[in-house]
Every structure is written in structure tokens, then in C-alpha cells.
T-cell receptor, first 117, second 109 residues
Framework: NAGVTQTPKFQVLKTGQSMTLQCAQD?????MSWYRQDPGMGLRLIHY???????DQGEVPNGYNVSRSTTEDFPLRLLSAAPSQTSVYFC????????????????FGPGTRLTVT | GENVEQHPSTLSVQEGDSAVIKCTYS??????FPWYKQELGKRPQLIID?????GEKKDQRIAVTLNKTAKHFSLHITETQPEDSAVYFC????????FGTGTSLTVIP
């Protein structure tokens, strides 16, 4: 298993440009999420999906769109990049554990470092 | 929504000493509390977790405790080694994951 993969690893955009960050997982996990990580602010949830065709907003969704047409893929689209979107972006996938006190275990992709000038 | 607070933001310990990182959460629906270790330029890696039906869990030199009544949980690292130096994040999950702001741990040889 490749686990969670993300492309590209690095990207530089000019203000106003659009782009899509790719995320894929081969573990058949139902749950996928996008986070951004900024210094001193931890990881903040942008959007998440509980299964194909279902997405919802997280803490910081403005300026980002997502879709989930398949279980494997969960792309993040920046519609009109702004310098405030300079960050490291992590995709993650989760599965629901079985047994008493079941919960979701989450694993991260390698990240995409995005700079908007 | 959930609010997770993490302290301290930085921590320096001598090699061989113990390190403790504490987190509090606000949402009583949270039932899963993972801890992640992140080395510079790398992805967060799950190192230990605890579920709400358990009060303590240990894995070699790492342990986590949970107090549901007080809504706080802690990470304990004993016999610290230089390779433990990293940023550690706590999280609380009612289903989505909410993260603390991280603790930068430095183990001084």
C-alpha cells in the first residue's frame, strides 16, 4: 500500500491563480480530510468527506473547494489564490475502528508546501 | 465546535529525564484522543492514542492518560532520548479531528 499520497510536493502561485492539490489513498478509508498547517497554529481542518459524494466544511473553508467522486481521491481546489493561503497542506484519511469505544484513526499524507506571491 | 488547548508550547529536558505535555478539550462528545509526532519537514505520525473508555495507555516509554471528568489528557515520555526531539500535537475527535497548537520538545544530550 502506498498509503496517502499528495501531489505536488511544492508549488508557487501568483495571487489570483487557481490550482488543485491532489490527494489519493489506497486503503479504502471512508473518511478523508484536508488541513492547513501554519506556524504556531497547529493543524486546522479545511474540508472533510465521510464518503464518496459527501463533503462538509471544517474550521477554515473559505477560498477552498473539494469534491469526492471516488473513495480514493479527494482533491482540494484553490479558486483564486491569496498570500494568506501560503501554508503547508496535509491530506489525511481515516477508518473507523471496531469494537468497544470505536473511533476514527487518522493517517497523513506527506504534505504540499504552497507559496502564494 | 471542539476547542483543544495544549501546553507548554516549548519544552526542553535533559536526556534521560521525563517530559509531560498536557491538553484540554471542550466537547464532551469527543471520544478519541491521538498524539502525533512531527519532525521537521515531515508529516505528523501517530505515536499513541487513547479512547474515552480507557483511563491510561502505555507503549514502551510513552504513556497517555485521560481524565474525562476534567476534560484533559496528557502525554508522558520517560527516559527521553535526542531522537524524541520533535513537535508533538494532541487532538480530540468527536468525528472530525481538532488539534492543539503543538509542543516543541528538545532533548538536550
Amino acid at each position: 500500500n502506498a498509503g496517502v499520497t499528495q501531489t505536488p510536493k511544492f508549488q508557487v502561485l501568483k495571487t489570483g491563480q487557481s490550482m488543485t492539490l491532489q490527494c489519493a489513498q489506497d486503503m479504502n478509508h471512508e473518511y478523508m480530510s484536508w488541513y492547513r498547517q501554519d506556524p504556531g497554529m497547529g493543524l486546522r481542518l479545511i474540508h472533510y468527506s465521510v464518503g464518496a459524494g459527501i463533503t462538509d466544511q471544517g474550521e477554515v473553508p473559505n477560498g477552498y473547494n473539494v469534491s469526492r467522486s471516488t473513495t480514493e481521491d479527494f482533491p482540494l481546489r484553490l479558486l483564486s489564490a491569496a498570500p494568506s493561503q501560503t501554508s503547508v497542506y496535509f491530506c489525511a484519511s481515516s477508518f473507523r475502528t471496531s469494537g468497544m469505544g470505536s473511533s476514527y484513526e487518522q493517517y497523513f499524507g506527506p504534505g504540499t508546501r504552497l507559496t502564494v506571491t | 465546535g471542539e476547542n483543544v488547548e495544549q501546553h507548554p508550547s516549548t519544552l526542553s529536558v535533559q536526556e534521560g529525564d521525563s517530559a509531560v505535555i498536557k491538553c484540554t478539550y471542550s466537547d464532551s462528545a469527543s471520544n478519541y484522543f491521538p498524539w502525533y509526532k512531527q519532525e521537521l519537514g515531515k508529516r505528523p505520525q501517530l505515536i499513541i492514542d487513547i479512547r474515552s473508555n480507557v483511563g491510561e495507555k502505555k507503549d514502551q516509554r510513552i504513556a497517555v492518560t485521560l481524565n474525562k471528568t476534567a476534560k484533559h489528557f496528557s502525554l508522558h515520555i520517560t527516559e527521553t532520548q535526542p531522537e524524541d526531539s520533535a513537535v508533538y500535537f494532541c487532538a480530540a475527535s468527536p468525528r472530525q479531528f481538532y488539534f492543539g497548537t503543538g509542543t516543541s520538545l528538545t532533548v538536550i544530550p
